[in-house]
């Protein structure tokens, strides 16, 4: 049964709601179930077909002649495509269309190719976190598999991992950043890239991983004494006790400026302790390191 609905698709694929009807009503490209109160609904297989013939299309083949296709020469003509490292759109859309198959070589191979063509920074900015704001739209549809979204997940941890290792060592002597997240808080793949932004610029980091309760950082402030402490809040703590959190974080380590990043940081009316600063975008804490490293460690 499908579970996509037309908008759903339409933000998926960047492609016209009335563009995907007509496509369906000249060429039969989708094939829809209609739910009880009539409405169209399409599945997994509607959406990776959608995403190769945008793939096709965008490379300048006609509709006509990409609606005649089989999925499998359709998959085929996509993968014998011509790589361009800066057509982000289109890569995004293979990774896509790779996940919703369960083709990890495939999701590996792609990523491999990304950042071999643009390097490791640019790949996650301009291809993977634009993937992963495109699965977070079907997690809020509730159309995405958790263990599709764990393969992904665990795939791009290891890119970073990776990538971090290779990095030089640091010197104690320079400006020390303590990085976590919040007890319960999972979501770990923002911190793992803000680490590796942080060490690539020469900048000390110490990594505390998932899930830390504040009951356990009490020694970590006279010990290693950061200049500034991020967290990213995407579950935790609750809606309603993010400033309170704020203010437990900045009794720890007074002296330190306090990064918050993730959705439930900017929460309109927030009211956050002085010299602390929650960045919008991964962009936005990049300059806020530059910012640092020419003055002082302040908000």
Same mark, same amino acid.
């Given at each position: 049964?499908?579970?996509?609905?037309?908008?759903?698709?339409?933000?998926?694929?960047?492609?016209?709601?009335?563009?995907?009807?007509?496509?369906?009503?000249? =060429?039969?490209?989708?094939? +829809?179930?209609?739910?009880?109160?009539?409405? #169209?609904?399409?599945?997994?297989? %509607?959406?990776?077909?959608?995403?190769?013939?945008?793939?096709?299309?965008?490379?300048?083949?006609?509709?006509?002649?990409? /609606? !005649?296709?089989?999925?499998?020469?359709?998959?085929? /003509?996509?993968?014998?495509?011509?790589?361009?490292?800066? %057509?982000?759109?289109?890569?995004?859309? $293979?990774?896509?269309?790779?996940?919703?198959?369960?083709?990890?070589? @495939?999701?590996?191979?792609?990523?491999?190719?990304?950042?071999?063509?643009?390097?490791?920074?640019?790949?996650?900015? @301009?291809?993977?976190? +634009?993937?992963?704001? @495109?699965?977070?739209?079907?997690?809020?549809?509730?159309?995405?598999?958790?263990?599709?979204?764990?393969?992904?997940?665990?795939?791009? !941890?290891?890119?970073?991992?990776?990538?971090? %290792?290779?990095?030089?060592?640091?010197?104690?002597?320079?400006?020390?950043?303590?990085?976590?997240?919040?007890? %319960?808080?999972?979501?770990?793949?923002?911190?793992?890239?803000?680490?590796?932004?942080?060490?690539? !610029?020469?900048?000390?980091?110490?990594?505390?991983?998932?899930?830390?309760?504040? $009951?356990?950082?009490?020694?970590?402030?006279? $010990? =290693?004494?950061?200049?500034?402490?991020?967290?990213?809040?995407?579950?935790?703590?609750?809606?309603?006790?993010?400033?309170? =959190?704020?203010?437990?974080?900045?009794?720890?380590?007074?002296?330190?400026?306090?990064?918050?990043?993730?959705?439930? /940081? #900017?929460?309109?009316?927030?009211?956050?302790?002085?010299?602390?600063?929650?960045?919008?975008?991964?962009?936005?804490?990049? /300059?806020?390191?530059?910012?640092?490293?020419?003055? +002082?460690?302040?908000?």
């Amino acid at each position: 049964m499908g579970h996509f609905s037309i908008s759903a698709l339409e933000q998926l694929s960047g492609i016209k709601a009335h563009t995907i009807r007509m496509w369906e009503q000249r =060429y039969g490209l989708l094939r +829809p179930v209609r739910t009880t109160t009539n409405i #169209r609904m399409y599945c997994d297989d %509607d959406l990776r077909r959608l995403l190769n013939v945008t793939t096709l299309c965008g490379r300048g083949q006609r509709i006509s002649q990409v /609606a !005649r296709l089989s999925d499998a020469e359709m998959t085929e /003509a996509v993968m014998a495509c011509c790589d361009d490292a800066h %057509d982000y759109h289109r890569q995004v859309n $293979s990774l896509l269309t790779a996940m919703l198959s369960f083709d990890e070589p @495939r999701l590996r191979q792609l990523l491999n190719d990304a950042v071999h063509h643009l390097g490791f920074e640019n790949t996650m900015l @301009r291809v993977a976190y +634009p993937l992963l704001q @495109r699965i977070g739209l079907m997690w809020m549809a509730g159309t995405v598999d958790v263990a599709q979204e764990h393969m992904l997940a665990h795939l791009l !941890r290891q890119k970073i991992l990776a990538a971090t %290792d290779a990095l030089p060592s640091v010197p104690m002597t320079a400006r020390r950043w303590l990085l976590f997240l919040p007890a %319960d808080e999972l979501h770990e793949l923002g911190l793992l890239f803000m680490n590796y932004l942080l060490r690539a !610029r020469g900048q000390h980091t110490l990594y505390l991983g998932q899930s830390m309760p504040t $009951s356990g950082m009490a020694e970590v402030g006279p $010990s =290693y004494r950061p200049d500034a402490v991020v967290t990213v809040l995407t579950t935790q703590p609750e809606r309603g006790r993010v400033a309170e =959190y704020a203010r437990e974080i900045k009794a720890l380590f007074p002296r330190a400026l306090l990064v918050l990043y993730g959705s439930l /940081a #900017r929460q309109e009316g927030l009211e956050l302790p002085s010299n602390c600063v929650s960045p919008e975008l991964m962009t936005d804490f990049m /300059a806020l390191i530059a910012a640092k490293e020419r003055g +002082p460690m302040a908000a």
